[in-house]
């Protein structure tokens, strides 16, 4: 007599443990064992510890792959980000998977590093994984890969920017409204040269530095002068201040081809170039510094600095709300929530009184 196949999910996990020797172990049946680990009421307080008990005593690992081979997708959330280390986005992903915890998800995430090859590989490996939806805050234009998802049936919601017009959610800050506050901010406190430091080829520092121009356009004696970084990152402010330096220094504090201020595209290149220039100018008398974020230790910093906040946990939760809408809805219309930006002023653009 041959014994019946397993059921989904019940093929031996890498220990070699089944459904079938749990089952065993615990004097109950297979269906009894995936109705405990399917979390279904109907099961007795007695009987579901007993089935748990012998999880724990024989080392069983549930196979993930045989339940999304049953249902078709699987009970995790993809999120891509350009810069795993940037504490904004660890932000972005805590408010993401707080979220996605509430609704019993799991997140799974990709660090692309401003790399749109490896960017476009998670998107694969998460579209290989049949996850619930990719969250993604993209390198550079991704408007064919997000149709070629869609087409496919894939949930995405666009981190960062607004997606219009393609075919999903999204969820950001204004980053023109909140370049435009930074640079008035700046041109309030009598700053007329001013420095962006930023890649305005970036979608997010671009829409920054087109509303730094529009606040310097409201005010004639101002200028603004883009100083491209190697990276948004500490170091690549820390070389932005060494330029500075060379500056502001060798040709005199006064003179017009000097800066008296500058906006930073994210606080970690404002941060470098803080710690660069300490010491050597001073912060604001000399050189007022604005960043754009509000990371945690912004405020703690050498000179607490001051910025645009963004509510990164905000992002990621709404993110998830976004996905979790269009799971239950199927085809909901598409939101583009643009969420407003918040001027937070420190020491490094008024003096300490």
Same mark, same amino acid.
């Given at each position: 007599?041959?014994?019946?196949?397993?059921?989904?999910?019940?093929?031996?996990?890498? $220990?070699?443990?089944?459904?079938?020797?749990?089952?065993?172990?615990?004097?109950?049946?297979?269906?009894?064992?995936?109705?405990?680990?399917?979390?279904?009421?109907?099961?007795?307080?007695?009987?579901?510890?007993?089935?748990?008990?012998? /999880?724990?005593?024989?080392?069983?690992?549930?196979?993930?792959?045989?339940?999304?081979?049953?249902?078709?997708?699987?009970?995790?959330?993809?999120?891509?980000?350009?810069?795993?280390?940037?504490?904004?986005?660890? #932000?972005?992903?805590?408010?993401?998977?707080?979220?996605?915890?509430?609704? !019993?998800?799991?997140?799974?995430?990709?660090?692309?590093?401003?790399?749109?090859?490896?960017?476009?590989?998670?998107?694969?490996?998460?579209?290989?994984?049949?996850?619930?939806?990719?969250?993604?805050?993209?390198?550079?234009?991704?408007?064919?890969?997000?149709?070629?998802?869609?087409?496919? $049936?894939?949930?995405?919601? /666009?981190? #960062?920017?607004?997606?219009?017009?393609?075919?999903?959610?999204?969820?950001?800050?204004?980053?023109?409204?909140? #370049?435009?506050?930074?640079?008035?901010?700046?041109?309030?406190?009598?700053?007329?040269?001013?420095?962006?430091?930023?890649?305005?080829?970036?979608?997010?520092?671009?829409?920054?530095?087109?509303?730094?121009?529009?606040?310097?356009?409201?005010?004639?004696?101002?200028?603004?002068?883009?100083?491209?970084? +190697?990276?948004?990152?500490?170091?690549?402010?820390?070389?932005?201040?060494?330029?500075?330096?060379?500056?502001?220094?060798?040709?005199?504090?006064? +003179?017009?081809?000097?800066?008296?201020?500058?906006?930073?595209?994210?606080?970690?290149?404002?941060? #470098?170039?803080?710690?660069?220039?300490?010491?050597?100018?001073?912060?604001?008398?000399?050189?007022?510094?604005?960043?754009?974020?509000?990371?945690?230790?912004?405020?703690?910093?050498?000179?607490?600095?001051?910025?645009?906040?963004?509510?990164?946990?905000?992002?990621?939760?709404?993110?998830?709300?976004?996905?979790?809408?269009?799971?239950?809805?199927?085809?909901?219309?598409?939101? !583009?929530?643009?969420?407003?930006?918040?001027?937070?002023?420190?020491?490094?653009?008024?003096?300490?009184?």
């Amino acid at each position: 007599m041959t014994s019946s196949p397993d059921p989904p999910g019940a093929r031996p996990a890498p $220990g070699g443990i089944g459904l079938k020797d749990v089952a065993k172990h615990a004097g109950v049946s297979v269906t009894t064992v995936s109705n405990v680990l399917n979390g279904t009421n109907r099961i007795s307080a007695a009987t579901r510890e007993r089935v748990l008990a012998s /999880v724990r005593e024989l080392g069983y690992v549930r196979n993930a792959a045989a339940q999304q081979l049953r249902t078709g997708t699987s009970a995790t959330v993809g999120i891509i980000v350009p810069d795993g280390s940037n504490p904004f986005y660890s #932000g972005v992903i805590r408010g993401a998977e707080d979220a996605a915890a509430e609704r !019993q998800f799991t997140v799974l995430t990709g660090n692309s590093s401003q790399d749109p090859n490896r960017e476009a590989r998670y998107v694969e490996l998460f579209e290989e994984q049949r996850v619930l939806g990719i969250l993604i805050a993209p390198v550079g234009d991704i408007a064919a890969r997000v149709r070629w998802l869609r087409e496919r $049936g894939a949930h995405v919601v /666009v981190l #960062g920017r607004a997606a219009q017009p393609l075919p999903c959610h999204s969820v950001s800050i204004d980053n023109l409204a909140g #370049g435009y506050l930074a640079t008035k901010h700046l041109l309030d406190i009598d700053r007329r040269r001013i420095g962006f430091i930023g890649s305005i080829t970036t979608p997010g520092a671009a829409d920054r530095y087109s509303g730094a121009r529009l606040a310097v356009g409201e005010v004639s004696s101002a200028t603004l002068q883009v100083i491209e970084p +190697s990276a948004a990152t500490v170091a690549a402010g820390r070389e932005v201040g060494q330029q500075f330096l060379r500056r502001n220094v060798a040709k005199g504090r006064q +003179s017009a081809e000097a800066f008296d201020a500058v906006f930073c595209a994210n606080d970690l290149l404002a941060t #470098g170039l803080l710690h660069s220039v300490f010491g050597h100018l001073r912060v604001p008398e000399d050189l007022a510094i604005m960043g754009f974020d509000d990371i945690d230790f912004a405020a703690s910093a050498i000179v607490p600095l001051s910025s645009i906040r963004q509510p990164a946990e905000l992002i990621g939760r709404t993110a998830i709300d976004l996905l979790d809408r269009e799971l239950v809805a199927d085809v909901p219309p598409y939101r !583009q929530v643009l969420l407003p930006p918040e001027l937070v002023v420190r020491d490094s653009t008024v003096a300490h009184r």
